[in-house]
């Protein structure tokens, strides 16, 4: 199957500070990404859908100008938290669609960022 | 009435039995249905894709698809210890790209 990578797998920051999560395809071409929330014991949650060269589409309830998406090229996605806060620590996870018409619509996850706010 | 239903379990099977996993979803245009499975503190992992009505087979694992109905199903065969995860099934509705995901199946396969 496809690889996904992310990247860091887990990182603590400090109540207001900014943090990036990468989300890489490693081995095909993604024209789109998305990025999920997945809280201790619950379901994923979607966050954004995250298109190549255009701006990200939030689902409702999600903050743009807190949960910042950048899709710069077919193999990365950035996602930044911005001025994080203890509510905001879960479990952050990437997928990407292989834009290939062999596997159509098929999504493959990344590791996962779990992000802890002090 | 959720988009895609799964029963949340657990449900409990002795190892080398077969375990059935079963989701409704309620658009009746969905057109693209996965099975994917999610270790505890770890991402999910698609294990199976299916589009037409029948069953699809893959090693233990075996897909049924009946869009008449709105369900699919996953079995696995000869269940293992190691099997014992969160079965998540996802559904693109209508004709979009976006995977709506179920709650989740917990299965728990025990030795």
């Known amino acids: 199957g496809a690889v996904v990578s992310q990247h860091p797998s887990w990182v603590i920051c400090k109540s207001g500070t900014s943090v990036k999560i990468e989300c890489r395809s490693l081995?095909?071409?993604?024209?789109?990404m998305f990025w999920y929330r997945q809280f201790p014991k619950q379901s994923l949650m979607l966050m954004a859908t995250?298109?190549?060269?255009?701006?990200?589409?939030?689902e409702q309830g999600v903050e743009k100008d807190k949960f910042l998406i950048n899709h710069a090229s077919l193999t990365l996605s950035t996602l930044t938290v911005t001025s994080a806060h203890p509510e905001d620590s879960s479990f952050y996870i990437c997928?990407?669609?292989?834009?290939?018409?062999?596997?159509?619509?098929?999504?493959?996850f990344g590791p996962g960022t779990r992000l802890t706010v002090l | 009435q959720k988009e895609v239903e799964q029963n949340s379990g657990p449900l409990s099977v002795p190892e080398g039995a077969i375990a059935s996993l079963n989701c409704t979803y309620s658009d009746r245009g969905s057109q693209s249905f996965f099975w994917y499975r999610q270790y505890s503190g770890k991402s999910p992992e698609l294990i199976m894709s299916i589009y037409s009505n029948g069953d699809k087979e893959d090693g233990r694992f075996t897909a049924q698809l009946n869009k008449a109905s709105q369900y699919v199903s996953l079995l696995i065969r000869d269940s293992q210890p190691s099997d014992s995860a969160t079965y998540l099934c996802?559904?693109?509705?209508?004709?979009?790209?976006?995977?709506?995901f179920g709650g989740g199946t917990r299965l728990m396969v025990k030795p």
């Open positions: 997928s990407a669609r292989d834009s290939s018409g062999s596997s159509y619509n098929e999504q493959f």
């Open positions: 081995d095909f071409q993604a024209t789109t």
């Open positions: 996802a559904v693109t509705l209508g004709a979009g790209n976006m995977l709506t």
């Open positions: 995250s298109n190549e060269g255009s701006k990200a589409t939030y």
